[in-house]
C-alpha cells in the first residue's frame, strides 16, 4: 500500500535523525548512504542498500540497524514479503527490539500467516506483557481465520485489463459508463521517466477507461478501454496527482495534489485538496479548497450526492494523536489521518469548518478513502481496527458526529493486504476497490471489481402427527407475508414435506392444516437481515384429533356463583374458534369445584356452571346437539393432595392454600365424538340420495320416482 498521502495513508513514517544516525562506525560510506536515502524518503533505494550493508559488516550494532531499517524500507515502500524475511532477521539479531518484532507479527499477517502470527504475538507478550497494538493484530489474526472460512456473496476478480506492475488505484464512477482512477505507472504519465523515490515508480496521474456494458444487463462489464491519461495540463502535473471524485453533473472534479505549492513549483508541504471545472472539454486550473492549506495534509475527497458535504481525510489539528512508539512518533507529536466532513452553503457560496467524524470512525491509526453511498452508508478505509490484515474496508450509517459501530466487510472484500478505496453500485450488488493483497495482484496495488451472487432464499420442512411423529402427506399449509396481503396455499408431498421460494427482507407467517387434525401453531421465519443465500427449515406438528380431555385455563365463578365473568366469557370465545373450525366434534364441558362445602353442594354448583359454559356457547350459535354439561362437584380433583377427606373435612380442606384449590376449580373439555353430523346435514344427504323404485316403475326422463 502507498506511503505517500495522497496516494494512500499508511503515514510518513519519519524516523527521527538521532535514531538514523544513532550507530557509529564500520560499512564506511554505504551505511551513511543508506541514512541519507531513508532520512530524504527514498525508501526503495534506502532498502537495497541497508541490504548489502548487512551482507558484509562485521560490527554487530550496524548489523542490527541495517536488518531494522532494511524491514522498515521494504515495509514502507509496500514490499510486505520481503519486509517479512528482514523483520525475522532483525529480531534474530536483536530479540529485545519490541519494534521490530511488532513489525514482524505485522508482517504475518499481511501474507496471512495467521497462526504464525498468533503464535509471535504470544510470544511478544509473554516477554513485554500487553501491548494494545500487539493485541490489536492478535484480535484481528483471530477474526481473519473465521471470516475466511465464512460464507459469503461476494466474488472478487482483479480488473487484469486497468491494473499492471505498478500501482493502480482509487477507481472513481465517471459519467454512466466510465472509470477514472489513479496510477503511478511508470514512462506513460505526465513526468515521463522520472521516478519517485518512495517507490522507485513514477508520479501518479489520473486515467480514464471507458466500459463496455452489456446491452441487456448493465451489470455485466464486458470490456474495459485502454486507460488513457486524463488531461495533460491542469489535472496531471509533474508531482502526485489522484483519487478524484466528482458532483452529480460530472462537471466539477475534486481531487488530491500533493507538494505542488502556492506557485505550482513543487515546493509545496503537504498534499491539499483542489477543485477544477469542466468547460467543454477542458478541466480548469485547479483551486485548493480554502480549509486545506500546506500546513497539514488533506486527501481523498467525496461529494455527497445533492453536493453539500465534502468527506475527505486529514491530520489537521483535531485529529487523534498516534500512540506513542520507540520507532515512530516517539515525542507523541504526529497525528493520525482521520476522516472529517465540511459542508458548502449554496446561499453563502462559501465551505464552512471541517468536522471530525468522531471516534466511532476515527482511531489512532489511519483512516480515508470515504464513500458516501446515497443511502446514507459510509465506507472507508481503517488500519486502527482489529481487521484482517493492513487497512481494512469498513461501513458505518449516521452524520455528522453520530455514527454507528463500523462494520468490517471481512473476507473476500478484506484481505490480509491494504483493502481501500471501495465504490459501490446504486443497487449494491456490485462495485470496484483497490488492494495490494499477497493472493491474486498482478502489481502492487491492483484495482478489483466485485459483484454479488444473487440473494437465494427457501424455505422447506415436514407436517408430522404430534403424537406419533408420523410423516403427514397432503398437509396443506398456508403463508402470509410482510410484503403484500397474498396469502400463499400449498400441500405436502407424498413424503410429508414442502419447499417454497422466499424473498429477501421479509417475514413469514405459516401454519398447517389436515382433516382429523387441529390447526398446527403459527410458525415465524424471516430473510430479514440474512446477506448470504440461506435455506431455511421449519417443521410443523399437528396434533390429531380424538377422544381427549383438556383443561380449558382462566374460566373462573365467583363464590357460590355460575354466572360468567367477562374475562371468563374472552376464554369461551377463543373456545368457539375452535368448535367452528371443527363441525365435526361433539364436545363435554365439565365444571369442577375444589373439596370445601358439602360434597352434593359442589355436585349442583358444578352442574350449574356448566350449563352456563353451554348456555353461553349456544348463544353464540353452536349447535346445541354437539354440547353436553356435566357437573363434577369435587369428585375429581386436579390437585388430591387437596382432598377434604377425614374426621374433619373443614380442618383437612385448610391444610391446602387457596392457589392450589383454585386448581381444583377449574373447567375441562373433552371430545366426544369426532364423527358429528349435524341433524340438518344428516338430513339434506339423506334427500340427496337416489330414491328406491318400485318393481316393473319406470322413470321417465326429467321426472322423479314417487315414493
Given at each position: 500500500m502507498k506511503q505517500n498521502y495522497m496516494i494512500k495513508l499508511s503515514g510518513f513514517v519519519l524516523i527521527l535523525s538521532a535514531l538514523l544516525f544513532a550507530c557509529k562506525g564500520g560499512g564506511g560510506g554505504d551505511i551513511n548512504e543508506a541514512r541519507k536515502k531513508f532520512k530524504g524518503l527514498e525508501y526503495a533505494a534506502a532498502g537495497d542498500i541497508y541490504k548489502k550493508v548487512y551482507g558484509k559488516t562485521k560490527n554487530?550494532?550496524?548489523?542490527?540497524?541495517?536488518?531494522?531499517?532494511?524491514a522498515e524500507c521494504y515495509r514502507i515502500s509496500n514490499n510486505?514479503?520481503?519486509a517479512e524475511a528482514w523483520y525475522t532477521k532483525a529480531v534474530q539479531q536483536d530479540p529485545t527490539n519490541a519494534e521490530a518484532k511488532y513489525r514482524q507479527i505485522q508482517a504475518l499477517k499481511f501474507s496471512e500467516k495467521y497462526v504464525e502470527s498468533i503464535t509471535e504475538a504470544n510470544k511478544y507478550k509473554k516477554i513485554v506483557g500487553s501491548d494494545p497494538k500487539i493485541d490489536l493484530e492478535d484480535c484481528g489474526s483471530v477474526n481473519a481465520q473465521k471470516w475466511k472460512t465464512e460464507k459469503t456473496r461476494y466474488l472478487v476478480e482483479n480488473v487484469v485489463k486497468l491494473n499492471t506492475k505498478w500501482s493502480d488505484f482509487a477507481p472513481m464512477y465517471y459519467r454512466k459508463d466510465q472509470l477514472m482512477f489513479t496510477s503511478d505507472r511508470l514512462e506513460v504519465g505526465v513526468s515521463g521517466k522520472n521516478k519517485y523515490g518512495w517507490f522507485n515508480n513514477g508520479y501518479s496521474d489520473v486515467y480514464n477507461t471507458t466500459l463496455k456494458l452489456n446491452k441487456k444487463n448493465k451489470e455485466i462489464i464486458e470490456s474495459y478501454s485502454l486507460p488513457a491519461l486524463v488531461d495533460k495540463t491542469n489535472i496531471n502535473g509533474k508531482w502526485n496527482d489522484g483519487t478524484v471524485c466528482f458532483d452529480a453533473k460530472?462537471?466539477?472534479?475534486?481531487?488530491?495534489?500533493c507538494n505542488y505549492g502556492a506557485k505550482f513549483d513543487g515546493k509545496g508541504a503537504h498534499c491539499r485538496i483542489y477543485e477544477s471545472k469542466l468547460s467543454g472539454t477542458e478541466w480548469s486550473v485547479p483551486v485548493a479548497l480554502p480549509f486545506s492549506t500546506d500546513s497539514f495534509d488533506c486527501g481523498h475527497p467525496f461529494l455527497s450526492k445533492d453536493g453539500t458535504v465534502l468527506y475527505f481525510s486529514s491530520n489537521m489539528p483535531g485529529s487523534i494523536a498516534k500512540p506513542v512508539t520507540s520507532a515512530e512518533n516517539p515525542e507523541g507529536a504526529e497525528l493520525s489521518k482521520d476522516i472529517y466532513s465540511v459542508s458548502f452553503s449554496k446561499r453563502g457560496n462559501a465551505w464552512g469548518d471541517p468536522v471530525n467524524l468522531g471516534p466511532t470512525i476515527n482511531t489512532e491509526g489511519d483512516e480515508g478513502f470515504p464513500f458516501l453511498h446515497e443511502d446514507g452508508t459510509l465506507y472507508f478505509s481503517s488500519n486502527g481496527k482489529c481487521g484482517m490484515g493492513g487497512f481494512d474496508i469498513y461501513r458505518a450509517t449516521g452524520q455528522g458526529k453520530d455514527w454507528g459501530d463500523a462494520i468490517n466487510m471481512k473476507s473476500p472484500i478484506n484481505s490480509g493486504g491494504d483493502d481501500f478505496s471501495i465504490i459501490v453500485s446504486k443497487d449494491k450488488e456490485s462495485g470496484f476497490f483497490s488492494s495490494n493483497r499477497a493472493n491474486g495482484s498482478k502489481g502492487s496495488d491492483d484495482i478489483y471489481r466485485f459483484t454479488k451472487t444473487p440473494l437465494v432464499f427457501t424455505l422447506s420442512g415436514v407436517a408430522r402427527n404430534s403424537e406419533?411423529?408420523?410423516?403427514?402427506?397432503?398437509?396443506?399449509?398456508?403463508?402470509?407475508?410482510?410484503?403484500?396481503?397474498v396469502k400463499l396455499v400449498l400441500k405436502t408431498d407424498g413424503v410429508g414435506s414442502y419447499k417454497i421460494p422466499l424473498r429477501a427482507g421479509t417475514d413469514y407467517d405459516l401454519y398447517g392444516n389436515k382433516p382429523l387434525f387441529y390447526d398446527s401453531k403459527i410458525y415465524s421465519q424471516t430473510t430479514k437481515g440474512l446477506e448470504v443465500s440461506t435455506d431455511l427449515i421449519q417443521d410443523l406438528e399437528l396434533m390429531p384429533i380424538n377422544i381427549k380431555t383438556f383443561e380449558v385455563q382462566g374460566i373462573f365463578y365467583g363464590l357460590d356463583s355460575a354466572n360468567i365473568r367477562p374475562r371468563s366469557a374472552e376464554i369461551l370465545d377463543s373456545l368457539l374458534i375452535i368448535m367452528n373450525k371443527y363441525p365435526m366434534l361433539k364436545f363435554e364441558l365439565g365444571s369442577h369445584t375444589d373439596c370445601r362445602a358439602d360434597s352434593l353442594y359442589n355436585i349442583r354448583l358444578s352442574q350449574r356452571r356448566a350449563d352456563s359454559c353451554v348456555g353461553y356457547l349456544i348463544s353464540h350459535g353452536v349447535d346445541s346437539n354437539r354440547l353436553i354439561s356435566k357437573g363434577y362437584?369435587?369428585?375429581?380433583?386436579?390437585?388430591?393432595?387437596?382432598?377434604?377427606?377425614g374426621p374433619n373435612e373443614r380442618e383437612q380442606g385448610q391444610k391446602c392454600p387457596e392457589s392450589e384449590h383454585q386448581k381444583n376449580r377449574r373447567t375441562t373439555v373433552k371430545v366426544i365424538d369426532i364423527n358429528y353430523v349435524a341433524p340438518a346435514v344428516k338430513l339434506k344427504e339423506k334427500e340427496a340420495e337416489p330414491k328406491q323404485l318400485l318393481p316393473g316403475q319406470r322413470v321417465r326422463p326429467g321426472t322423479q320416482p314417487r315414493r
Amino acid at each position: 500500500m502507498k506511503q505517500n498521502y495522497m496516494i494512500k495513508l499508511s503515514g510518513f513514517v519519519l524516523i527521527l535523525s538521532a535514531l538514523l544516525f544513532a550507530c557509529k562506525g564500520g560499512g564506511g560510506g554505504d551505511i551513511n548512504e543508506a541514512r541519507k536515502k531513508f532520512k530524504g524518503l527514498e525508501y526503495a533505494a534506502a532498502g537495497d542498500i541497508y541490504k548489502k550493508v548487512y551482507g558484509k559488516t562485521k560490527n554487530k550494532d550496524i548489523k542490527k540497524e541495517a536488518a531494522f531499517y532494511a524491514a522498515e524500507c521494504y515495509r514502507i515502500s509496500n514490499n510486505w514479503p520481503v519486509a517479512e524475511a528482514w523483520y525475522t532477521k532483525a529480531v534474530q539479531q536483536d530479540p529485545t527490539n519490541a519494534e521490530a518484532k511488532y513489525r514482524q507479527i505485522q508482517a504475518l499477517k499481511f501474507s496471512e500467516k495467521y497462526v504464525e502470527s498468533i503464535t509471535e504475538a504470544n510470544k511478544y507478550k509473554k516477554i513485554v506483557g500487553s501491548d494494545p497494538k500487539i493485541d490489536l493484530e492478535d484480535c484481528g489474526s483471530v477474526n481473519a481465520q473465521k471470516w475466511k472460512t465464512e460464507k459469503t456473496r461476494y466474488l472478487v476478480e482483479n480488473v487484469v485489463k486497468l491494473n499492471t506492475k505498478w500501482s493502480d488505484f482509487a477507481p472513481m464512477y465517471y459519467r454512466k459508463d466510465q472509470l477514472m482512477f489513479t496510477s503511478d505507472r511508470l514512462e506513460v504519465g505526465v513526468s515521463g521517466k522520472n521516478k519517485y523515490g518512495w517507490f522507485n515508480n513514477g508520479y501518479s496521474d489520473v486515467y480514464n477507461t471507458t466500459l463496455k456494458l452489456n446491452k441487456k444487463n448493465k451489470e455485466i462489464i464486458e470490456s474495459y478501454s485502454l486507460p488513457a491519461l486524463v488531461d495533460k495540463t491542469n489535472i496531471n502535473g509533474k508531482w502526485n496527482d489522484g483519487t478524484v471524485c466528482f458532483d452529480a453533473k460530472y462537471t466539477t472534479m475534486y481531487f488530491t495534489k500533493c507538494n505542488y505549492g502556492a506557485k505550482f513549483d513543487g515546493k509545496g508541504a503537504h498534499c491539499r485538496i483542489y477543485e477544477s471545472k469542466l468547460s467543454g472539454t477542458e478541466w480548469s486550473v485547479p483551486v485548493a479548497l480554502p480549509f486545506s492549506t500546506d500546513s497539514f495534509d488533506c486527501g481523498h475527497p467525496f461529494l455527497s450526492k445533492d453536493g453539500t458535504v465534502l468527506y475527505f481525510s486529514s491530520n489537521m489539528p483535531g485529529s487523534i494523536a498516534k500512540p506513542v512508539t520507540s520507532a515512530e512518533n516517539p515525542e507523541g507529536a504526529e497525528l493520525s489521518k482521520d476522516i472529517y466532513s465540511v459542508s458548502f452553503s449554496k446561499r453563502g457560496n462559501a465551505w464552512g469548518d471541517p468536522v471530525n467524524l468522531g471516534p466511532t470512525i476515527n482511531t489512532e491509526g489511519d483512516e480515508g478513502f470515504p464513500f458516501l453511498h446515497e443511502d446514507g452508508t459510509l465506507y472507508f478505509s481503517s488500519n486502527g481496527k482489529c481487521g484482517m490484515g493492513g487497512f481494512d474496508i469498513y461501513r458505518a450509517t449516521g452524520q455528522g458526529k453520530d455514527w454507528g459501530d463500523a462494520i468490517n466487510m471481512k473476507s473476500p472484500i478484506n484481505s490480509g493486504g491494504d483493502d481501500f478505496s471501495i465504490i459501490v453500485s446504486k443497487d449494491k450488488e456490485s462495485g470496484f476497490f483497490s488492494s495490494n493483497r499477497a493472493n491474486g495482484s498482478k502489481g502492487s496495488d491492483d484495482i478489483y471489481r466485485f459483484t454479488k451472487t444473487p440473494l437465494v432464499f427457501t424455505l422447506s420442512g415436514v407436517a408430522r402427527n404430534s403424537e406419533t411423529r408420523e410423516i403427514l402427506k397432503n398437509t396443506t399449509i398456508s403463508f402470509t407475508n410482510s410484503s403484500d396481503t397474498v396469502k400463499l396455499v400449498l400441500k405436502t408431498d407424498g413424503v410429508g414435506s414442502y419447499k417454497i421460494p422466499l424473498r429477501a427482507g421479509t417475514d413469514y407467517d405459516l401454519y398447517g392444516n389436515k382433516p382429523l387434525f387441529y390447526d398446527s401453531k403459527i410458525y415465524s421465519q424471516t430473510t430479514k437481515g440474512l446477506e448470504v443465500s440461506t435455506d431455511l427449515i421449519q417443521d410443523l406438528e399437528l396434533m390429531p384429533i380424538n377422544i381427549k380431555t383438556f383443561e380449558v385455563q382462566g374460566i373462573f365463578y365467583g363464590l357460590d356463583s355460575a354466572n360468567i365473568r367477562p374475562r371468563s366469557a374472552e376464554i369461551l370465545d377463543s373456545l368457539l374458534i375452535i368448535m367452528n373450525k371443527y363441525p365435526m366434534l361433539k364436545f363435554e364441558l365439565g365444571s369442577h369445584t375444589d373439596c370445601r362445602a358439602d360434597s352434593l353442594y359442589n355436585i349442583r354448583l358444578s352442574q350449574r356452571r356448566a350449563d352456563s359454559c353451554v348456555g353461553y356457547l349456544i348463544s353464540h350459535g353452536v349447535d346445541s346437539n354437539r354440547l353436553i354439561s356435566k357437573g363434577y362437584g369435587e369428585n375429581e380433583l386436579a390437585v388430591p393432595a387437596c382432598a377434604c377427606e377425614g374426621p374433619n373435612e373443614r380442618e383437612q380442606g385448610q391444610k391446602c392454600p387457596e392457589s392450589e384449590h383454585q386448581k381444583n376449580r377449574r373447567t375441562t373439555v373433552k371430545v366426544i365424538d369426532i364423527n358429528y353430523v349435524a341433524p340438518a346435514v344428516k338430513l339434506k344427504e339423506k334427500e340427496a340420495e337416489p330414491k328406491q323404485l318400485l318393481p316393473g316403475q319406470r322413470v321417465r326422463p326429467g321426472t322423479q320416482p314417487r315414493r
